[in-house]
């Protein structure tokens, strides 16, 4: 065990200095901060519609709170249960760019990590959409792959799963050109969740 924990540094190490190393970020950097984990979100959206018990499908059960209250709904329950413009980024989220990575990616909607850009005047571009990386600045990036609360284009319900290759076709380019060159290090995510990002977006 402790080879293999000095083995995956030492790789890590390396990625660093050969300008390699991609952090994929997940909820779980931000709980501390204060912004709910994905399944408190849903359930809360189960609080207001009739769920079948047996449902257990977040991307589902998102789909249909949004069939049944519409989008304005929608998008003002996810603000007031993340209530993300009251957060503040931790320590979690200046040490990922302590790593000094080439890019970092993450399915989180709030602004933690921009902040952290902005505070310490770091050089990456900020990519919340397709339409953002024709002007992206420089080599290192913030790429947000499931959209933005503050641009209302977030990735949560099955139909927004179901129509992502449609509706982000260079994003999705992307993350599989980094699976397939770079080293990547996830933080934030379950182990089940890192296999379902993998199996996603292998080139």
């Known amino acids: 065990m402790q080879n293999r924990v000095l083995a995956d540094i030492k790789v890590l190490k390396d990625a660093i200095s050969n300008r390699k190393l991609v952090v994929f970020a997940g909820a779980g950097i931000s709980v501390d901060a204060g912004i709910p984990a994905w399944g408190k ?12 018990d047996s449902e257990g499908d977040y991307l589902k059960v998102a789909q249909m709170y949004y069939n049944e209250r519409q989008e304005k709904e929608y998008i003002d329950k996810i603000r007031s249960v993340l209530g993300v413009n009251n957060s503040v980024a931790n320590g979690i989220h200046k040490g990922i760019f302590d790593l000094k990575p080439e890019h970092v990616i993450t399915t989180n909607y709030d602004n933690l990590l921009e902040q952290v850009v902005s505070a310490e005047a770091l ?81």
């Open 41 to 52: 979100l849903i359930d809360e959206f189960k609080k207001d519609i009739s769920v079948p």
């Open 123 to 203: 050089p990456y571009s900020i990519i919340k959409e397709d339409k953002d990386f024709p002007y992206s600045s420089g080599t290192n990036l913030l790429i947000k792959m499931h959209g933005d609360i503050d641009n209302v284009n977030m990735v949560l319900k099955e139909d927004d799963y179901l129509e992502y290759s449609i509706s982000h076709p260079l994003m999705e380019s992307f993350i599989k050109s980094v699976f397939a060159s770079k080293v990547v290090l996830f933080i934030g995510y379950s182990f089940f969740l890192i296999l379902i990002l993998r199996l996603l977006f292998k080139p």
